[in-house]
């Protein structure tokens, strides 16, 4: 039975009569009085019978009635719950970030989306890089605020829109003395001055914590320089810890530049990588491929796209 048989028997029932119905249809009579035998042979019962007062139901029609309006009901409603989500008066959308990625981006962003879209929950989840490629891949969040997929074989089933370049930046003690191996800020490096981190071999190194993917970026960056295994006494998984212990003296740092910029108020001296060492990491939204976006989520991902300063039509991402 599909939505019409019902629709076309429950208004015979309301109206009292196929001639009635059929112009409230806006059907001929003789293919209405058709659609209603075929519906009845399929159902192998007469829903219907005739009365000096027009047509009454049996009591396989009263049934078939009580199930079509719960039916049509649930369809009216699911209607209007996607007129809803495409108008945004409603709608959800999952987005996943690292816990240290999403308090940088996503707070003041959060107030100014809802502020336009007011009936929009946005649910974050916070988790690894690599666990949120998982829960993309398992279609249990809509968008990941991350870096690059972490296998070519997952990069087939992403994709992947870029928002920012965060350069990184090596940090150190204000009298460090590799400072004075630092060269002037070029227009590249923006208003940090340039060291290369060949002039740090030797030195203890604040790491990242084992299994984050910035601490394989930061000794790819020491390799590069000709630093091999980097001795390192401390590591942790919060890069404002890493800058403060830098600023005291207690070892080198390699971070993010928007992780340096909430170190407050002593913040170490700051020596922009140059480059040639590829010192950088490009921020994405990550979507399922081929999945399709929702309203919902294909607004977030245009609002926060302006909110970055990326034009939305330059990108694709669904």
């Not at 309203?295 to 245009?302: G, L, Q, S």
Request: charged content about 25%; glycine content about 6%; proline content about 8%.
């Amino acid at each position: 039975m599909t939505q019409k048989d019902l629709l076309y028997i429950k208004t015979i029932a309301d109206e009292g009569s196929i001639s009635q119905a059929a112009k409230k249809l806006f059907v001929s009579q003789p293919s209405l009085s058709q659609s209603v035998r075929r519906i009845e042979d399929s159902l192998g019962v007469p829903l219907f019978k005739r009365t000096p007062k027009g047509l009454s139901l049996t009591p396989e029609g009263s049934a078939y009635i009580r199930m079509a309006s719960r039916i049509l009901s649930i369809y009216d409603a699911f209607e209007e719950e996607i007129r809803n989500q495409h108008e945004l008066k409603t709608g959800t959308v999952c987005v996943g970030a690292t816990p240290h990625r999403g308090p940088l981006l996503l707070p003041e962003f959060l107030a100014r989306f809802h502020l336009r879209y007011p009936h929009v929950t946005v649910d974050v989840m916070e988790r690894p890089a690599m666990e949120l490629e998982d829960l993309l891949l398992e279609g249990k969040i809509d968008l990941a605020l991350m870096r690059i997929p972490k296998t070519v074989e997952q990069s087939k089933s992403l994709t992947y829109r870029g928002l920012l370049r965060d350069s990184f930046l090596i940090l150190l003690k204000p009298d460090h003395p590799a400072a004075v191996h630092a060269s002037a800020p070029s227009p590249d490096s923006g208003e940090y001055p340039v060291l290369d981190p060949k002039w740090l071999a030797g030195e203890n190194f604040l790491l990242p914590a084992p299994g984050m993917r910035l601490r394989d970026t930061v000794t790819d960056i020491l390799k590069k320089a000709g630093i091999g295994e980097p001795k390192s006494d401390y590591s942790s998984i919060y890069m404002e810890t890493l800058a403060y212990l830098a600023a005291a003296g207690q070892g080198v740092a390699i971070i993010p530049t928007r992780y340096f910029k909430n170190v407050r108020p002593a913040p170490p001296l700051c020596y922009s990588i140059p480059e040639e060492y590829g010192a950088f990491w490009d921020v994405c939204l990550v979507a399922l491929k081929d999945a399709g976006l929702s309203r919902a989520a294909a607004a977030f991902c245009e609002e926060f796209s302006r909110y970055l300063g990326v034009q939305p039509e330059k990108e694709e991402l669904y």
